[in-house]
């Protein structure tokens, strides 16, 4: 088949690979402009425009893909399939009837669950054990068309959102290619999603990483894991000793046992130099502190005498920019 890409994100490049080796022919790649970005705000082409380059391929960059002109430009491609993995904007159903065998997109949970723009993150954020791939037909409401192909993967305990996003991209390859195979013989079965079983993935924003000392620990290591590398799990560590304070980001901690009680506010450090939390405590692995490279938690603690009775600030303290 002749196949049209449309997507932005690294989380297609192991799709977009696998259709370029194939028997399939890429007939256009189409991804969004290049947007400013890091401490400069220069302009950063997309992963899939980079991919591109190093390929020497052809790749139009769209603000507006459902633009007339866009619009004449993807159906110049003479396409028979449109392929949609993390594209960052809603398709028209003019641009989707352009395409003999219609559209698909690859989506990384397991539908209807996690219908948006983070379902990895979301799913580690509430503690999910498994996740997956699902490939759709395209619809006019957000993930919500009719589901071709599934396939499951066990989130692991030492899994963040980097590692997670890896493993799904990679394993999203086979059933893409699989499911292209049975669109071209006509062997799709269309499977409705349950609506009454639908659960929202929606964007992150930063201030999702600022971190609640007063829930359980189990749920702060969800929020570590699920935030790394963007966000961040963000909190602000006080010295009781010195009075000072740095805004770090914790990359990796683990939930441990610990006896609460009312006496022990949330955040401060304990005789064991773990965090207390509204139930339990939280180990922290390994730590970055604004402005320095990451480091394990006993860097830190060596290199500003952190001792017990030490706080890790409240969400609440963070978020009225006390210590900004």
């Known amino acids: 088949m002749r196949i049209v890409f449309f997507g932005s994100s690294e989380f297609g490049l192991p799709c977009l690979e696998a259709v370029l080796q194939s028997r399939h022919t890429l007939a256009g790649i189409f991804t969004q402009p290049a947007r400013p970005a890091g401490r400069h705000r220069q302009p950063r082409p997309t992963p899939v425009r980079l991919w591109c380059e190093q390929k020497g391929l052809d790749c139009r960059e769209s603000e507006n893909i459902n633009h007339p002109e866009w619009a004449e430009k993807v159906a110049a491609c003479k396409g028979e399939l449109l392929l949609v993995i993390a594209f960052g904007q809603k398709i028209s159903r003019l641009v989707i009837n352009l395409f003999p065998y219609g559209a698909i997109n690859v989506h990384a949970s397991l539908l209807p669950k996690y219908r948006g723009a983070a379902p990895i993150h979301w799913a580690l954020m509430n503690g999910e054990t498994e996740t997956g791939i699902s490939i759709i037909t395209l ?141 339990d405590a939280v180990r922290i692995e390994w730590i970055k502190p604004a402005g320095s490279d990451l480091m394990p938690f006993s860097a830190f603690v060596n290199g500003r005498a952190c001792q017990p009775g030490d706080l890790f600030l409240p969400l609440e303290k963070v978020l009225k920019g006390v210590f900004e």
């Open 139 to 279: 619809a006019d409401r957000m993930d919500a068309g009719d589901i071709l192909a599934q396939a499951s993967l066990a989130i692991e305990p030492e899994d963040n959102a980097q590692t997670l996003h890896d493993r799904l991209a990679a394993l999203a390859v086979p059933v893409l290619m699989q499911t292209l195979d049975n669109i071209e013989a006509g062997r799709v079965v269309l499977i409705p999603q349950d609506e009454s079983a639908v659960t929202y993935a929606p964007k992150l924003k930063k201030e999702h990483g600022f971190i609640d000392w007063s829930r359980p620990a189990t749920a702060v290591v969800n929020q570590i894991r699920a935030l790394w590398p963007w966000p961040g799990a963000q909190a602000v560590y006080v010295s009781g000793k010195t009075g000072r304070s740095w805004r770090v980001i914790i990359q990796k901690a683990r939930a441990v046992p610990a006896s609460n009680s009312a006496y022990q506010p949330c955040g401060m450090l304990n005789d064991n130099l773990d965090v207390w939390c509204g139930q």
